[in-house]
């Protein structure tokens, strides 16, 4: 099932990707998104080895922060209330609250016994780096000061 989800998942992504590309700049927007997902992954998992604080405590926070984001962008989409500066600014939310989660995603692989749930931990932190990337698109793509995109 884990697999069938990652595949339905890129084929879901692909497009997105695609439109991408075809903006100006564009094989620069997706590497860099692509780059600085890995390395934020890499500085995340870092800090999940060396931190030692409640993270249980911390990513219900981020939880109800990302509920919150959710129902602003359900309130926005109806009434069309983000501009750009709202936009970008939704954006860098996005990023920080999954940023937090990949986080409480790597420490609780950390504490967790060696037969808990693999797949479970897996796909959260498979979303977690997913919508990182998907956040940085945004980003790199028209609210990051890129003048240059059909998009500003």
Do not use: C
């Amino acid at each position: 099932m884990f697999y069938l989800f990652t595949a339905v998942m890129g084929v879901e992504v692909g497009p997105l990707i695609k439109m991408y590309l075809h903006l100006a700049n564009g094989q620069a927007i997706v590497f860099d998104a692509a780059l600085t997902t890995a390395v934020g992954m890499a500085v995340m998992a870092l800090i999940a080895q060396i931190a030692n604080f409640n993270y249980q405590k911390v990513g219900n926070y981020a939880v109800a922060a990302l509920f919150g984001l959710i129902i602003v962008s359900i309130i926005a989409g109806f009434f069309r209330l983000m501009g750009p500066a709202a936009y970008s600014l939704y954006s860098w939310a996005g990023l920080a609250i999954f940023a937090v989660l990949l986080l409480v995603d790597f420490m609780r692989l950390r504490d967790s016994p060696a037969n808990s749930t693999p797949v479970f931990m897996a796909l959260s932190i498979y979303l977690d780096a997913l919508n990182i990337f998907l956040f940085l698109l945004q980003i790199f793509g028209n609210g990051g000061g890129r003048r240059d995109s059909k998009w500003s």
